[in-house]
């Protein structure tokens, strides 16, 4: 985002996070990361590269509103003979740095809706492929489609696992994780890892993800959040291609071979 | 974790001559600091160590004692695995996966890789039961020695369905399962050198014989080799585990199916059943019904019908009726 802001590689940018002396930022949580961060991100770098524009605006004796920042370079628009690289622009600064803090709150630009901004308009359908197995009750995932509008996907690689981490997760939530309270003596039975089931790799199907980009125009990236939003659908999608598969619906999870072969009237 | 010291024995006399307790010694006792146990693997033990149940004085470690780590073949009588052999060699041993299809299937599918590689078979005839009461440092349990089994009334979704009075525990190994069906041998010496050798039904010990241990072996004997008797060319196997998941995990349900296919007949079946006890049980009556027939849908949903007719169930594991019968008929079908 800065990097783009800049006209420079997201290698020549140094993200600096985790020090009370900078500025405050959302909790990390939420599905609220990406769609807070970012718009405050690059508007803070907007900030600072108009005012480095407003220095070299000085030394080409030109109006800062003319110069645009690509590919390491700042220019003139009209004018193409006045260029410089990023570089020899800092070099030839007034002062040793630009700071530039900015931040986004809720009613951006005078905009807002009850749910926040940084949410934007999320919506997701998944689609879930089951096999049941009637005479043992155990259920296998074979497939899921996840079709995710999450605004502008800033990372398209980090959008995409954290649609594969939602689902997985979704997948544990209806097949498997559960608390096991021993209600004589008020204990968990099940708090070890060989004990409390999650997934491992044989349990994780092949999952497709759909990224449905959705530009609603509420902030300077348009980018929302992911996070949750992936884990939503899945266990309902599940709950419900197990329906889809034997007829009948199994109103809790996780959905154990117990409670399918209850439903199937095997026990 | 306690500290204790490590001792590496040179031989198996040398390592008999320091050991003095067993896991249901130290749960009994408690006297950690002047106990001497074996560890093999590591496997079990460790995992012992880390539940707080078991805090040993010293651990001598058997698994580098030469000599018990190979597997030998002999057509008249059979394999000879040594105790120190791991699971990973018997998973990666040709003779085992051609003649004993079910023991392979068994030991493939327990545990992890990295497991395989560490756990050896004497170990994993001789670990505890993963009965979360059992495991748990907060519950003194039947199986620990105090007379309350938490299970029968309490979350026993993984327990025993068949002889699970008054302990409803289910032993951990599945290899067992295997080699229960193939009939096989423990053999064990003792500290005065004394060899025995026990047909591995005789090895595990039911909780209504003896609430503390699992198995026979007293403090001063060792597993030295499991033999498991020579096959011929008619006999066929196979093994299904089903656990909660496909990767890692425990049997809910495990059966081993050994049978002589003559003609189209079946004679001499032999069908094991892991999960389902308190120990690795036969179920003899199911493997007979074999006997003499020709292996088809038919005979297979009967025989699984059989094992499972004196199961009783307990509040949350009726599911495995059905499941044993299910998994018995398939590894019954997938002999021939």
């Known amino acids: 985002m800065v990097a783009e802001e800049l006209g420079i590689t997201p290698e020549e940018v140094t993200v600096r996070i985790g020090d009370t002396v900078f500025p405050d930022g959302p909790s990390s949580g939420g599905s609220k990361v990406t769609g807070s961060i970012t718009p405050a991100a690059r508007n803070a770098a907007y900030k600072a590269k108009m005012e480095l524009f407003e220095q070299v605006a000085r030394i080409w004796n030109t109006d800062a509103s003319k110069l645009k920042a690509e590919d390491g370079q700042i220019f003139h628009v009209e004018d193409t003979s006045k260029n410089m690289t990023f570089m020899d622009a800092l070099k030839g600064m007034r002062t040793g740095a630009i700071y530039a803090s900015a931040s986004r709150s809720d009613d951006y630009g005078g905009f807002q809706q009850p749910w926040g901004l940084c949410y934007g308009d999320l919506g997701s359908v998944q689609f879930v492929e089951v096999t049941v197995d009637t005479e043992t009750g155990f259920v296998k995932v074979d497939k899921i489609v996840a079709a995710h509008s999450c605004g502008r996907p800033i990372n398209t690689a980090h959008v995409r696992s954290q649609i594969n981490g939602g689902v997985i997760q979704g997948i544990a939530y209806a097949l498997y994780e559960y608390r096991s309270m021993d209600r004589e003596t008020g204990h968990m039975m099940n708090a070890n890892l060989d004990q409390y089931k999650l997934p491992y790799a044989m349990e994780i199907p092949e999952i497709e993800s759909i990224i449905v980009e959705d530009y609603g125009g509420r902030s300077s990236t348009d980018a929302y959040g992911i996070g949750e939003p992936a884990n939503i659908a899945t266990a309902v999608a599940v709950a419900n291609a197990v329906y889809n598969a034997i007829g009948v619906r199994i109103y809790e999870i996780p959905i154990t071979p117990d409670k399918v072969l209850k439903a199937l009237n095997k026990i | ?336």
């Open chain 2, 1 to 336: 974790m306690n500290k204790f010291s490590w001792y590496e024995p040179k031989s198996i006399e040398d390592a008999l001559g320091k050991v003095n307790a067993t896991v249901s010694d130290i749960l009994a006792k408690n006297s950690y600091k002047s106990s001497a146990i074996f560890k093999a693997g590591g496997i079990d033990l460790l995992d012992l160590m880390k539940e707080g149940l078991v805090n040993p004085g010293t651990i001598i470690n058997i698994k580098n004692i030469p000599g018990l780590n190979k597997i030998e073949y002999d057509q008249k009588s059979g394999l000879r695995i040594g105790a120190n052999v791991t699971l990973g060699e018997m998973e990666s041993n040709k003779l085992i996966k051609d003649q004993y299809l079910a023991l392979y299937q068994a030991v493939a599918q327990a545990g992890t890789p990295q497991i395989r590689n560490s756990a050896t078979l004497g170990g994993n005839l001789a670990q505890r039961t993963r009965c979360w009461y059992f495991r748990s440092i907060d519950h003194q349990c039947y199986r620990k020695g105090s007379g309350t089994c938490f299970a029968q009334e309490g979350e026993n979704e993984f327990h025993a369905i068949i002889n699970n009075q008054p302990c409803a525990s289910v032993h951990s190994s599945s290899v067992a399962t295997a080699l229960l069906a193939f009939n096989a041998q423990v053999e064990i010496i003792s500290s005065e050198g004394k060899k025995r050798t026990v047909i591995i039904e005789d090895f595990f010990v039911h909780p209504g014989d003896d609430s503390r241990t699992e198995n026979i072996l007293n403090a001063n004997e060792m597993i030295t080799a499991v033999i498991v008797p020579a096959v011929n060319e008619n006999t066929r196997s196979y093994y299904i585990k089903q656990g909660a998941r496909e990767s890692h995990d425990w049997a809910m349900a495990d059966v081993a199916v050994v049978v002589e296919i003559m003609g189209n007949r079946c004679r001499n079946a032999e069908i094991a059943l892991g999960a389902a006890a308190p120990i690795p049980i036969k179920t003899k009556a199911a493997a007979d019904s074999l006997s003499g027939k020709e292996i088809n849908e038919g005979s297979a949903v009967n025989a699984g019908e059989i094992a499972m007719k004196d199961a009783t169930p307990l509040a949350k594991n009726a599911y495995k009726v059905p499941l044993f019968k299910a998994i018995v008929k398939r590894a019954i079908l997938k002999t021939v």
